[in-house]
Every structure is written in C-alpha cells, then in structure tokens.
C-alpha cells in the first residue's frame, strides 16, 4: 500500500527538497510574518457603481482588486473578467454613453468593514 509520505509527485522535481532546512522561526511567529506579508501585499478591493443619469438610480456593475501595477475586475452579472492597467481604465469600461456612468467605491478596510464569510 502507497502512504503519504512514500507517493511522489512530479512537481516535486520542479521544487528543491526542503528536508533537512530547520525552520525560521516558530508556528506563532511564522504566523505573524505571514499575516504581515498578506496585509502589506493585499490588493485594495473596489465595486464599479454605474450611475443613471444624476443620482436617477444606481448598481454595482463590477467588483475590481487594485494591485501595483494593474487591476483585475469581475462583472457582478455575467462573469465577464477584465486585466487593465490601471483603475481609471475600469471607469471607461464601464460608462455607457451619457446616461450611465461608472465611478469607482473602494473597499473601507477598517476594523468590520467586510462581511465574515458564512
């Protein structure tokens, strides 16, 4: 019978074998470090609301993540995903003519800003 720690994986011959390289610090530190490198690498998070003429009615067409150097959005109907270079360039995608116009509203990330997943 196969166990666990006899199974190869193919991938492995891509990644060098970490046996024997003792760890850098504790569970709890390591922990630390890692919510450290989230928080300080988290893209910040947008919805792209389109506007009906002026304040006529509105809807969040789209929700978008912001990192350096591009962003990356979803529409919230049909799925339709979108690379752009910069956040600007999600309001042009979105603007329909005169009568509907896109801005973008950025994700408050302060203490309950998100909903907890259920």
Do not use: K
């Amino acid at each position: 019978m196969d166990t666990t720690e006899t199974r190869r994986n193919p991938l492995d011959a891509l990644v060098p074998d970490p046996t024997g390289i003792p760890p850098l610090c504790s569970e709890s530190d390591f922990d630390e470090l890692l919510q450290q490198l989230v928080a300080d690498s988290a893209p910040r998070t947008f919805a792209v609301v389109q506007e009906y003429g002026e304040r006529v009615d509105g809807r969040i067409a789209a929700w978008g993540l912001a990192f350096d150097d591009h962003v990356n959005v979803v529409s919230a109907d049909d799925g339709i995903r979108m690379t752009l270079g910069s956040a600007d360039r999600v309001r042009h995608a979105f603007t329909w003519g005169r009568h509907i116009t896109a801005r973008l509203v950025w994700v408050d990330r302060g203490e309950g800003a998100q909903r907890p997943l259920e």
